[in-house]
């Protein structure tokens, strides 16, 4: 019984971890939801609200980038809708460092392609309010 408790407590941190992952990137608590009204919480994954396994092509990149902000992630376009990931969370200039200020406030999202279902997201498999593997391609 013991050896479940340590191993249910050693993976708390990595449940609780993911939403801080949104004080590394620019607007990551007002992030544009394609999908509705409120915002999209899990960033870096396909679902709004929950930290899935699957992560959007940003949270790939993101990861892949050890979670660091820096002028090669602002600068690229991780879903392909021909905006930059900085002109998506409010940092065209790619000047956003840790605890500033955002210059402008979220106008896209930087992993789901937008429009969804128009333009160079004709082709892509994600649908709103449809999060499975099955729903992404």
Known sequence: MRGIVFTVLGLLPLVCGH????????NGYAVFN?????YWQAVGHYDPNHHTVMKNPFGVALSNNNHIWNEALCRADSDGDGKTNGEELGDPNCVFTLGSTPSQASSGHPGICEPIGSGPCANVAFRCGCHGNA???
């Open 19 to 26: 939403p801080y992952y949104r004080d590394y990137i620019p």
């Open 34 to 38: 394609p999908c509705g009204a409120s």
């Open 135 to 137: 729903c992404t391609g």
